[in-house]
């Protein structure tokens, strides 16, 4: 991942994925975050979806500024992303939920409320976001469904799921972006915190579709 200031210094001849820098963070404790927001769905014909009531909270690990000449260069600042702060040496992995450089979102949402925001508001359009983002991307995830089940009827039971990381970017007046939609979200755990998080994903997400323990069981120790 690489900052630039001008379209011309981006290099050319390779396929890229360029984004705009979104300035103007809210910030917590000094440092620019990010939310990951975990979105179970369990149908696309008809679209049928839930949202994880809680998820991480992924800071840099060093203070922000306004993008200069003189910090552009400084990704533990300006970027979010775990797997770029993980090798910063100010990397914080404490296992609680209120400190450290992962949080989750239930300690967020009282922090935001202990601070007077609204909390409610803020989710009520990231959940327009990831509804408007599913219904978008809903028609092609459909084609491809069908396809694999010619002749069946939007009346009978989905057959599959999927499990989405949705990560939101949030400026200075708590007003969300939606940055990127993970397919494939990780499950690792490098500390509890992670665990617990992951953990309640996956097993609110096997009780919504109804799996049996022992199919899981049988999943999780037969197969490599």
């Known amino acids: 991942i690489f900052l630039f200031t001008s379209l011309d210094k981006i290099p050319q001849g390779e396929p890229l994925v360029v984004q705009e820098y979104l300035d103007k963070p809210f910030l917590m404790d000094g440092y620019k975050f990010d939310l990951r927001v975990y979105v179970l769905v ?8 839930f949202l994880y009531n809680d998820g991480l909270v992924r800071l840099s690990t060093e203070c922000y500024a306004t993008p200069s000449q003189a910090n552009l260069h400084n990704q533990f600042m300006h970027l979010t992303n775990y797997s770029v702060n993980r090798h910063s040496e100010s990397f914080d992995n ?3 939920c209120d400190k450290g450089s992962k949080r989750t979102i239930k300690f967020f949402n009282s ?4 601070r007077g925001y609204c909390v409610s508001e803020m989710w009520a359009k990231i959940t327009d976001i990831i509804i ?4 978008v991307a809903n ?3 459909t084609h491809s469904y069908q396809a694999c089940r010619p002749g069946a009827s939007s009346a009978e039971e989905s057959c599959c799921f999927e499990i989405l990381g949705f990560d939101i970017f949030l400026d200075h ?13 990780s499950f690792g755990t490098d500390a509890p915190l992670d665990y617990d998080i992951k953990n309640g994903v996956l097993s609110d997400a096997f009780r919504l579709l109804n799996v049996k323990y022992a199919l ?3 999943i999780g120790y037969g197969s490599e």
Do not use: G, Q
Request: charged letters at 20%.
């Open 216 to 218: 899981v069981m049988f």
């Open 42 to 49: 369990v149908s696309c014909d008809p679209l049928r979806l």
């Open 111 to 114: 922090w935001l409320a202990s």
């Open 94 to 96: 404490d296992d609680s």
């Open 132 to 135: 408007k983002t599913l219904i």
């Open 173 to 185: 007046t708590l007003k969300p972006s939606l940055l990127e939609v993970n397919r494939s979200p």
């Open 139 to 141: 028609p092609h995830v």
